[in-house]
Each structure stands twice: as structure tokens, then as C-alpha cells.
């Protein structure tokens, strides 16, 4: 069964911390994405990554950076975190060739005060 | 820069009645087009693709280049399609990484 797991469904963090979601496949998928999820904008893309130690900026990746140490793994940092990325963070993963569909993790529902 | 708009933010029928969810797209070319689904509780999941050109739980998709629509129909909806959809586009060949253009999502209600 596919499988992609993310460290927390719920993250409540302080203004100016710094914030690490995790994000973890288990298919051997060469590409990982973050998206954040707000009502009435979408999914919009932060970061994603198509190897190990590469990584692409997507539509909105002020603010954040990212990490991909290990296939199966990719972080997204929130550097400082501030109130506006107050968001739902989903990762997702994909088979390198292009035609094959996305596979997203749970969610994470992240509270900035 | 592609874009996907889904002009219905909420859309309410009542069970056995048709629906249409509406997707326009922007994108000079031929791109590849997907909707996919959140039920409640669950994560986000592909519900079809048009170069399947298949149904998925009775739902169907028509690309239309000429209107460069992509819309979503089901002749009798169901309560379990109450659900958020979100229309997707890709550019096609390699050299996008798979990525994804999401629309805004519209979120479907099935009435008993």
C-alpha cells in the first residue's frame, strides 16, 4: 500500500520559531512536493524536490526552505515562522516519469501565534 | 504561466440530481488534466485523468480544447461525493518533474 506520512496533523508554534515538518514516502519516489492548502487559494506549490540534494523553488517558497537528505525524505523549514503561514502543509510524492500521478500525505495543520 | 480556475467555490444538489464541477484552464499547449478529491477525514487523491479517458465512480471529465474546459460531471450524484475537488493541470514531456497546477477547489455537497 502506498505511503507517504508526515510527523504531526497538528503543530501549534510561537512567531520567530523555527518550524520542521517532515514528510516521509515509502515507494522509492524520485520526486517529493510541499504544498499549502488555504481555502479558496488551492494547493499552491512551495518547494519540491526530483533527487536526493536537489531542489526546485515552486510558486510561493518565500519564506520557507527546504531538505532532502535521503529519498524518502523531505523537510520543509519555516525559518521564522511567522502568522501568515498559519496553513494546511501537505507533501506529496511521485514516480520520476512524468505521467504518473501524485500521492499526498495527511496533512499538516500548523498554528502560528 | 498556466493557471487552473474552478469558478464554484461551493456547489449544493440534492442526491440523484446531475452536477457539474467547472474547470477552465490557461496554458499554451497541450497539458495533461486531472481531478482529484478530499473526502472528509482523508487525504487528497486522484480521482481520474483525461488520457484515461475513463469513469471513475460514475464521474466523468471531457477535455475541450477549444474552451480550454475540463469539467467534471456526474448524471446522478451520491451523498459519498460530498467532497472538496480540485482540478489539476501538468505541462506534458519530461521536463516539468511532475509538477501540478491546482485550481481553487470546489467544495460539493450531496442533500438528502
Known amino acids: 500500500d502506498v505511503k507517504v506520512t508526515q510527523s504531526s496533523r497538528y503543530l501549534v508554534k510561537r512567531t520567530g520559531e523555527k518550524v520542521f515538518l517532515e514528510c516521509v514516502q515509502d515507494m522509492d519516489h524520485e520526486n517529493m512536493f510541499w504544498y499549502r492548502q488555504d481555502p479558496g487559494l488551492g494547493l499552491r506549490l512551495i518547494y519540491f524536490?526530483?533527487?536526493?540534494?536537489?531542489?526546485e523553488k515552486g510558486d510561493i517558497p518565500e519564506g520557507y526552505s527546504v531538505s532532502r537528505e535521503k529519498k524518502e525524505r523531505f523537510s520543509l523549514i519555516l525559518e521564522s515562522a511567522s502568522t501568515n503561514q498559519t496553513s494546511m502543509y501537505l507533501c506529496?510524492?511521485?514516480?520520476?516519469?512524468?505521467?504518473?500521478?501524485?500521492?499526498f500525505g495527511p496533512g499538516t495543520r500548523l498554528t502560528v501565534l | 504561466a498556466q493557471r487552473v480556475t474552478q469558478p464554484e467555490k461551493l456547489l449544493s444538489v440534492f442526491k440523484g440530481a446531475p452536477v457539474e464541477l467547472k474547470c477552465n484552464y490557461s496554458y499554451s499547449g497541450s497539458p495533461e488534466l486531472f481531478w482529484y478529491v478530499q473526502y472528509s477525514r482523508q487525504r487528497l487523491q486522484l480521482l481520474l485523468r483525461h488520457i484515461s479517458r475513463e469513469s471513475i465512480k460514475g464521474f466523468t471529465a471531457d477535455l475541450n480544447k477549444g474552451e480550454t474546459s475540463f469539467h467534471l460531471k456526474k448524471p446522478f450524484a451520491q451523498e459519498e461525493d460530498s467532497a472538496m475537488y480540485y482540478c489539476?493541470?501538468?505541462?506534458?514531456?519530461?521536463?516539468?518533474?511532475?509538477?501540478?497546477?491546482f485550481g481553487q477547489g470546489t467544495i460539493l455537497t450531496v442533500h438528502p
Open positions: 506529496a510524492s511521485s514516480l520520476q516519469d512524468s505521467i504518473n500521478e501524485q500521492f
Open positions: 489539476a493541470l501538468r505541462p506534458p514531456g519530461g521536463t516539468s518533474y511532475g509538477k501540478l497546477t
Open positions: 524536490s526530483y533527487d536526493v540534494k536537489m531542489k
